[in-house]
Nanobody, 118 residues
Framework: QVQLVESGGGLVQAGGSLRLSCAASGLTNRIDTMGWYRQAPGNQRELVALCGSGTTTNYADTVKGRFTISRDNARNTVYLQMNSLKPEDTAVYYC????????????WGQGTQVTVTP
């Protein structure tokens, strides 16, 4: 099993920055992909950014150029640096990990609220 603990959400004005962190524990040597999703009220959960086991990254078009995902494998931690935040970025942000023991498994963090005021 893999467990996740998120931190770093909060309240910020538009144009501001926040950094989210997600620390993994457990079968960390089995982790493949780490990343972030978000869910705003009334909306489905959507991809924000993913980071593969190498250096590959994938971003939603809505955050490209503003958000940066990074991964510290020594600390089993994934970060999301969010700059130039907009009110439409307001959501609960969920850390996501895909790990493999024979089959692939997905684990989600508990979610952290990000609120961006105009």
């Amino acid at each position: 099993q893999v467990q996740l603990v998120e931190s770093g959400g909060g309240l910020v004005q538009a144009g501001g920055s926040l950094r989210l962190s997600c620390a993994a524990s457990g079968l960390t040597n089995r982790i493949d992909t780490m990343g972030w999703y978000r869910q705003a009220p009334g909306n489905q959960r959507e991809l924000v950014a993913l980071c593969g086991s190498g250096t590959t990254t994938n971003y939603a078009d809505t955050v490209k150029g503003r958000f940066t995902i990074s991964r510290d494998n020594a600390r089993n931690t994934v970060y999301l640096q969010m700059n130039s935040l907009k009110p439409e970025d307001t959501a609960v942000y969920y850390c996501y990990v895909r790990w493999r023991v024979l089959a692939y498994y997905d684990t989600w963090g508990q979610g952290t609220q990000v609120t961006v005021t105009p």
